[in-house]
T-cell receptor, first 117, second 113 residues
Framework: DTEVTQTPKHLVMGMTNKKSLKCEQH?????MYWYKQKAKKPPELMFV???????INESVPSRFSPECPNSSLLNLHLHALQPEDSALYLC????????????????FGPGTRLTVT | DAKTTQPPSMDCAEGRAANLPCNHS???????VYWYRQIHSQGPQYIIH???NNETNEMASLIITEDRKSSTLILPHATLRDTAVYYC??????????????FGKGTKLSVKP
């Protein structure tokens, strides 16, 4: 099973709402990632978790709050978002965040398309 | 910033080989060349990676020049399902923040019947 699943597929939320995005993998991977992709732009890294601990936060605003409750699950909690936060949010996983070669190949989920109204 | 330069778009006839070029003139000795692709409305998909030798897998071949300043991804028999944005990424061999995937603008490959 080389699948990363993300729910929901689409999400529309108001600026005062609180919502969460969920990502799951059952490949035994110990590194998980959140990326943001605006329309017609490449994906941009937001967060990296390695062994359930936050390793990288790419200066993401605090209205985005990641959580890694266990090695298979990654959440992104959203609160007080702005319309410019509307984007495709991609989750990925890899065997490891460190090491060489195949261990760092990242497998991506299909993404959650978020619209903030 | 991305360390690679790719043409913004290319066309290829169905059934023909698609050759996607990538320039990475500042590549360091400890950096690999990775290729991912992103089909419309899907997440990126890993294709192949290499250091200095040519590589082949079930999806594609990767040809890296001897000076490692450029490479070519070859899809031997392109199909309509290969229409996607193809990203060439240079990243260090070992992990950590220096090994993060930094996506450039990529090449939009359109395979036409």
């Amino acid at each position: 099973d080389t699948e990363v699943t993300q729910t929901p597929k689409h999400l529309v939320m108001g600026m005062t709402n609180k919502k969460s995005l969920k990502c799951e993998q059952h490949m035994g991977h110990r590194a998980m990632y959140w990326y943001k992709q605006k329309a017609k732009k490449p994906p941009e890294l937001m967060f990296v978790y390695s062994y359930e601990k936050l390793s990288i936060n790419e200066s993401v605003p605090s209205r985005f709050s990641p959580e890694c409750p266990n090695s298979s699950l990654l959440n992104l909690h959203l609160h007080a978002l702005q319309p410019e936060d509307s984007a495709l949010y991609l989750c990925a996983s890899s065997q490891s965040y460190v090491g060489t070669g195949a261990r760092r190949e990242q497998y991506f989920g299909p993404g959650t398309r978020l619209t903030v109204t | 910033d991305a360390k690679t330069t790719q043409p913004p778009s290319m066309d290829c006839a169905e059934g023909r080989a698609a050759n996607l070029p990538c320039n990475h003139s500042t590549i360091s000795g400890n950096e690999y060349v990775y290729w991912y692709r992103q089909i419309h409305s899907q997440g990126p998909q890993y294709i192949i990676h290499g250091l200095k030798n040519n590589e082949t897998n079930e999806m594609a071949s990767l040809i890296i020049t001897e000076d490692r300043k450029s490479s070519t991804l070859i899809l031997p028999h392109a199909t309509l399902r290969d229409t996607a944005v193809y990203y060439c990424i240079v990243r260090v061999a070992y992990g950590g923040s220096q090994g993060n995937l930094i996506f450039g603008k990529g090449t939009k490959l359109s395979v036409k019947p």
